[in-house]
């Protein structure tokens, strides 16, 4: 069992950066593949990011290639997403998700989900 809660969200201008955290709460977070999702209104949720247990491996959507880094610090539990130069397309309701499976951007695989955080880029 893993509890998630994300953070770092906020209104930031076109080319701007936020750096988002998602905290775990749990004994085996090394155990779990993470991932990062977002959902814009209207669209359905499209993964954005994930990483492997080690963090070894990362895979990232073709829209964020380049911009966006995935990284994880098993020792503080914690997962993050750096996303740079960031433009409106990126506007979403941001969520972190853990499996206990191998990586995947497949949302059915993720049992656990934090409560997402706003990301709003104007303009």
């Known amino acids: 069992q893993v509890q998630l809660v994300e953070s770092g969200g906020g209104l930031v201008q076109a080319g701007d950066s936020l750096r988002l955290s998602c905290a775990a709460s749990g004994r085996t977070f090394g155990s779990y593949a993470m991932a990062w999702f977002r959902q814009a209104p209207g669209k359905e949720r499209e993964n954005v990011a994930y990483?492997?247990?080690?963090?070894?491996?990362?895979y990232y959507a073709d829209s964020v290639t380049g911009r966006f880094t995935i990284s994880r610090d098993n020792a503080k539990n914690t997962v993050s997403l750096l996303m740079n130069s960031l433009k409106p397309e990126d506007t979403a309701v941001y969520y972190c998700?853990?499996?206990?499976?191998?990586?995947?951007?497949?949302?059915?695989?993720?049992?656990?989900w934090g409560q997402g955080t706003q990301v709003t880029v104007s303009s």
């Open positions: 990483i492997s247990r080690s963090g070894g491996s990362t």
């Open positions: 998700a853990a499996t206990r499976g191998s990586y995947t951007g497949d949302p059915h695989q993720y049992s656990y």
